[in-house]
C-alpha cells in the first residue's frame, strides 16, 4: 500500500511558528510536548488509547514535496531560508507513547514528544487527529461491547462514517476494542479486521418473492446464510420463508437478521419460531441505530438476541463525538541538557497543565492483578515498591487510598529515537488481545456505563510541589 504523503495536513499556525522559530534564537531549542486528554466520552470511566501505529507512518513519512514548497511561498509570508530548511524536513527526535489498546484516564500523559521545537510544533495536527479519532471510537466501541455481555458485535457503520478515513481507521479502532468484525471490507485487506456481512433489503426486493431471495442465497452460501427477515413482515413472511429455506437445503446453524420494529419482542418471538420449527442453533442478529443503552435494555428486556450489528452511533461516536486530546508544552532543555519546566496557567482549573518532562505509572495490586491507581511523576523518578504509597483523589484531596502490596509498571515505551522508530509495531489482532487483557486488569465498577467508579490519576510528590511552585511563581 502507497503511504499518502500527509506532511501539508497541518494547521497553518505550525508553519508561521516555525518560520518564526527559524528565524529567532528558538530554531534549535529541544522541547517536550505532552498529549493528554481532560474529559471521557459519555462520562464513562475510561477510555482506550489508539491510533499510534498511523502516527508512526506519519512520522516516518514526513517530506516536503516542490509542490509543497511552491505552495507556502505563494503565501507571501515565509522567509525564503525556511523554505529551503523544509525541502529537508524530517523528524529527528524522540517519542514515548502508551502502547493501542491501553486503557487511559484524563490529565495523564499518552505521548510525549522531545525534539527540537520546529519539529515538535509542526506535528501537533496530525498528532492529535488520529489520537483523537481512533481513541473515540475505541472508547464508544468499548462501552458497546460491554453492553452486548459477551454476544458478538459487528461493526456496520462505513456509510454513515466522516470520510473515508473515518470508515477504515474507525472499522480499525472499532476491532481494538472488541467488535468481532467490520462491513468495511478494506478493513480486512489493510489491517486484519474480519468483513462480515450477507444482504440488503434490495437483495430480497430484486426476486419474485421473499422465499426465492432467501431459496437462491441459501443454495449460494449455504455455510453463511444469515437472511434479512424484516423487507416486508418478520413474523408473518419473513421468518417463516427464512425457516422454509433453511429446511429446503438443510441448514440448521443459519441465521436472521432483524433491522427494524420492536426488536425485543420481534426476537421473542422468532426464538420461539425458531425453535419450534427445530432450528436451536439458528442465531438472530438485531441491527437498527442501536448503541449501549439500547442494548443494555434490550437484554435487560429479555430479548432472544444473539449478536448485534452496530453503525452510525459506533463510527460517529454520535452521543459524545469528541475525544479532546490537546498537546501542551510541558519543558525546554537547556543546551547543558538542564530541563526547565513550563507551565500553562489558566482561571479554568481544568486547562491548567502539569509541568515537566514525565513518566505514568501503573500501579497493580498482586492479589488480585487488578489495576488500582495511575501516578504522574517526574522523567527520573522510580516508584519503590516496597514502600507503601497513598495515591489521592486530585479532585477531592481528603479522598486518598494506601497501597502496600503492588507494582508498579511504565505506561508510556519508547517508539522513537532520533527520528528512527524503535517500537516493535504488533499487527491488529495483537493489539486487540492486548487491549482485552488491560480491560480485564480494570475493576467492573471502572467501566460501568453510568456513574462509573473513579480511577485515581494523582501526581508525585515531587511533581506536585513544583506545580505548586510554577503557580504561586506566576
Known amino acids: 500500500m502507497t503511504q499518502e504523503n500527509y506532511t501539508m495536513l497541518c494547521d497553518f499556525y505550525e508553519l508561521t511558528m516555525g518560520n518564526g522559530y527559524f528565524l529567532s534564537d528558538k530554531k534549535d531549542t529541544v522541547t517536550y510536548f505532552d498529549i493528554f486528554f481532560r474529559d471521557i466520552p459519555d462520562g464513562g470511566g475510561y477510555a482506550i488509547a489508539a491510533g499510534l501505529d498511523q502516527v508512526i507512518d506519519y512520522i516516518e513519512n514526513l517530506r516536503f514535496t516542490p509542490e509543497d514548497i511552491a505552495c507556502l511561498r505563494q503565501k507571501g509570508c515565509f522567509d525564503e531560508r525556511f523554505l529551503t530548511y523544509l525541502q529537508h524536513f524530517s523528524f529527528t527526535g524522540d517519542i514515548w507513547a502508551v502502547p493501542e489498546g491501553t486503557p487511559i484516564f484524563p490529565g495523564e500523559p499518552i505521548l510525549t514528544v522531545r525534539a527540537k521545537a520546529i519539529e515538535a510544533q ?12 481512533q481513541s473515540l471510537i475505541a472508547t ?15 461493526e456496520f457503520g462505513s456509510r454513515r462514517a466522516h470520510g473515508t478515513a473515518g470508515a477504515i481507521l474507525g472499522a480499525r479502532a472499532a476491532y481494538i476494542a472488541g467488535c468481532a468484525s467490520s462491513a468495511c471490507t478494506i478493513a480486512e485487506e489493510r489491517y486484519g479486521v474480519p468483513a462480515s456481512g450477507t444482504m440488503a433489503h434490495s437483495w430480497v426486493q430484486m426476486f419474485d418473492s421473499e422465499f426465492e431471495a432467501f431459496d437462491t442465497y441459501c443454495s449460494i452460501y449455504p455455510h453463511n446464510a444469515t437472511l434479512l427477515v424484516d423487507t416486508y413482515n418478520v413474523l408473518n413472511s419473513g421468518v417463516p420463508n427464512a425457516i422454509k429455506a433453511f ?44 448503541d449501549e443503552h439500547i442494548i443494555r435494555d434490550l ?5 432472544k438476541i444473539d449478536a448485534f450489528g452496530v453503525g452510525e452511533r459506533l463510527i460517529t461516536a454520535r452521543s459524545s463525538p469528541v475525544f479532546g ?16 519546566p513550563k507551565i500553562k496557567i489558566s482561571e479554568n482549573v481544568g486547562k491548567i497543565t502539569n509541568p515537566h518532562f514525565k513518566k505514568v505509572y501503573r500501579l497493580f495490586d498482586k492479589a488480585t492483578g487488578k489495576a488500582m491507581a495511575d501516578q504522574i511523576c517526574l522523567h527520573d523518578e522510580e516508584i519503590d515498591e516496597t514502600k507503601p504509597l497513598t495515591i489521592f483523589d486530585p479532585d477531592y484531596t481528603w479522598k486518598q487510598k494506601t497501597l502496600t502490596d503492588f507494582c508498579a509498571k511504565v505506561l508510556l515505551v519508547p517508539i522513537f529515537q532520533g527520528g528512527v522508530c524503535v517500537y516493535d509495531r504488533p499487527s491488529v489482532p495483537e493489539i486487540r488481545a492486548y487491549c482485552q487483557k488491560q480491560m480485564d486488569a480494570l475493576w467492573d465498577e471502572v467501566k460501568r456505563l453510568d456513574n ?23
Request: aromatic residues 6%; charged residues 25%.
Open 122 to 133: 509542526f506535528i501537533e495536527t496530525f498528532l492529535l487527529l488520529t489520537l483523537n479519532h
Open 247 to 290: 429446511h429446503k437445503h438443510n441448514i440448521t446453524d443459519g441465521g436472521v437478521r432483524i433491522d427494524s420494529g420492536d426488536l425485543a419482542y420481534l426476537s421473542i418471538q422468532v426464538r420461539k419460531m425458531l425453535d419450534k420449527a427445530g432450528l436451536p442453533n439458528c442465531k438472530i442478529v438485531a441491527s437498527n441505530s442501536l
Open 140 to 154: 464508544k466501541t468499548s462501552r458497546i461491547v460491554s453492553a452486548a455481555q459477551g454476544r458478538p458485535v459487528a
Open 325 to 340: 486530546g490537546v498537546y501542551k508544552l510541558c519543558a525546554v532543555e537547556k543546551e547543558d541538557g538542564t530541563i526547565v
Open 452 to 474: 462509573p467508579h473513579k480511577y485515581y490519576v494523582d501526581l508525585s510528590e515531587k511533581l506536585w510541589r513544583l506545580k505548586r511552585e510554577l503557580l504561586n511563581r506566576h
Open 299 to 303: 437484554i435487560a428486556q429479555g430479548a
